[in-house]
């Protein structure tokens, strides 16, 4: 992505950042595996200073894989 979404609906989104949002959402594992994903965990093994992050879909996914 280029530019930062408003992450809120309000008088202030812009037309252009909805259909951005909706053409990330739609586009097929765009979500899975896409270039945002990777460019997230990078940014966490800075941020952290470790060698690897792994994102998850949701706590509960996050959870069920520490707990196995």
Do not use: H
Not at 50 to 57: C, G, K, L
Request: with cysteine; net charge positive; glycine share 8%.
């Amino acid at each position: 992505m280029s530019r930062v979404l408003a992450i809120g609906l309000s008088p202030n989104t812009e037309t252009e950042d909805v259909f951005q949002a909706f053409k990330n959402i739609f586009l097929f594992g765009n979500y899975k595996k896409g270039e945002s994903i990777s460019k997230l965990e990078k940014w966490f093994c800075g941020f952290f200073g470790v060698e690897s992050a792994i994102s998850f879909n949701s706590g509960r996914s996050a959870l069920c894989s520490i707990l196995s």
